[in-house]
């Protein structure tokens, strides 16, 4: 039975007109209307947070779609920690990372010298140089760091360094290229590597000029 | 999944991490050494030699400093990782020459000075002598590395030890002693002849030496093509000289 099998009366007073009133025999009809009509519009007059708890209710009894291990694992889940555990974490993880970015003092720092460093003059005659550079133990053989620049004498590089006491081994870096040992260091000495390279050692009162 | 289960995992994970990190090379050799080229396999086994050298008490930084050293000299990995194993395997002998000399756990700057004084000729006895005359960590390490400089320079073998055993045992320090291998450069470049300077040396003579800054004796260096010409004098370079 669908509405319009009713009669026009009854039709009015589900249609909610003021004075109508169902015709007598289609009162159990109206009423059964008014009770699937109630249902239905129950549905939308829910508030919110109760159709909320009915879904999170219902998901929480669905198993993971991957199930097993994985699906456990890559699942969104409630955890609860204690404020001092996570506090004890981060001040673990912030030592560890600042161990890592300690960075040891160099033996030989970039420009100032400081008490008990030596300032130590490089020469290289290289008239047909475009590029002289020094590389040794004392800036861990890096070829590029240490530049020496053309001096008042034409072809003569040179550069000053700040050593701390002690013995360096180094090698001049000519044209980024070939590596040509210092005849007036202390020493040459052979390399590991097939090749010589040269020694000096830094007293107080610098290098000797031989 | 039961809390049992999860806890288990958690077990199970962080025991593969703290083994994985045990295995690991030190993250500070193999980052350098791939920061400067070497290719991951290198770095790797570089790392891990380090490493156990770092265990056995040797200078770690003195190994990776050796494989920079090739990398930036374009050595093939092979080459490098030969003169680091080498290296390892001569600072672990100069280890034990210092032990024996009564040193029972000696810092690696110790190590390595003696290393290089052996590697330059000094026989182990004399590095032994010359460390028993020698107070001090500091003092012990600038002698071994002095010595082994001054016979790199020349000077026969035993004389070289037996110089700073000799500055030594006449109440010079260290840095004094530091200036042994300048002096010897000095005389040669008088003219003096190698058994000249090991006489004086060994006389306890060389630190009368008159210095450079006070009266230059060098000659002006050639001018030839790529021909280095000296290290210079320092403390402070303005004096225009070098």
């Known amino acids: 039975m669908t509405k319009h099998d009713l009669s026009s009366e009854t039709q009015r007073f589900l249609d909610g007109e003021p004075g109508a009133g169902p015709r007598s025999g289609e009162r159990d009809a109206a009423v059964r209307f008014l009770d699937a009509m109630d249902t239905y519009a129950r549905g939308f007059r829910e508030p919110r947070g109760g159709l909320d708890d009915r879904v999170m209710a219902r998901l929480r009894h669905m198993r993971p779609g991957r199930g097993g291990l994985w699906g456990w694992l890559v699942a969104p889940q409630a955890v609860r920690v204690r404020p001092i555990v996570l506090a004890l974490a981060a001040a673990a993880l912030v030592l560890v990372v600042s161990q890592r970015l300690t960075v040891p003092a160099p033996v030989v720092p970039g420009v100032a010298p400081t008490p008990g460093m030596v300032l130590v003059r490089f020469e290289l005659l290289a008239p047909e140089a475009r590029t002289v550079a020094l590389a040794g133990s004392f800036n861990s053989w890096s070829s590029e760091a240490i530049v020496l620049v053309p001096g008042s004498t034409p072809g003569l590089w040179t550069v000053t360094l700040p050593l701390a006491l002690g013995s360096y081994e180094y090698l001049f870096v000519v044209d980024g290229q070939r590596w040509i040992a210092d005849p007036g260091a202390h020493a040459q000495v052979e390399d590991g590597f097939g090749q010589m390279n040269s020694v000096i050692v830094v007293g107080p009162r610098g290098i000797v000029r031989s | ?242």
């Open chain 2, 1 to 242: 999944m039961s809390r049992g289960v999860a806890l288990l995992l958690t077990l199970v994970l962080a025991r593969a991490a703290v083994s994985a990190a045990q295995e690991a090379p030190p993250a500070d050799a193999r980052a350098e050494l791939l920061a400067r080229g070497a290719t991951p396999q290198l770095a790797d086994q570089v790392g891990r030699l380090v490493a156990d050298a770092g265990v056995e008490g040797l200078p770690a930084k003195t190994l990776t400093d050796k494989a920079l050293e090739g990398l930036a000299k374009n050595a093939p990995p092979e080459r490098v990782f030969a003169a680091v194993a080498g290296l390892r395997r001569t600072l672990a002998a100069a280890r034990g020459v210092v032990i024996e000399a009564g040193l029972t756990s000696p810092p690696g700057a110790v190590i390595a000075a003696a290393e290089q004084a052996l590697a330059r000729g000094v026989s182990p006895a004399s590095v032994r002598d010359l460390i028993r005359s020698a107070t001090g960590a500091e003092a012990v390490s600038t002698g071994l590395m002095v010595a082994g400089l001054l016979a790199a320079q020349g000077l026969e073998r035993s004389a070289a030890a037996q110089a700073v055993e000799r500055a030594y045992r006449d109440g010079r320090s260290a840095n004094e002693v530091l200036e042994l291998p300048s002096l010897a450069a000095l005389m040669i470049a008088r003219g003096m002849t190698i058994p000249e300077v090991t006489r004086r040396m060994l006389a306890g003579q060389p630190l009368a030496v008159e210095r450079p800054d006070v009266a230059p004796v060098a000659a002006p260096p050639s001018r030839g093509t790529d021909a280095a010409t000296t290290t210079g004098q320092g403390r402070p370079p303005t004096t225009g000289k070098p």
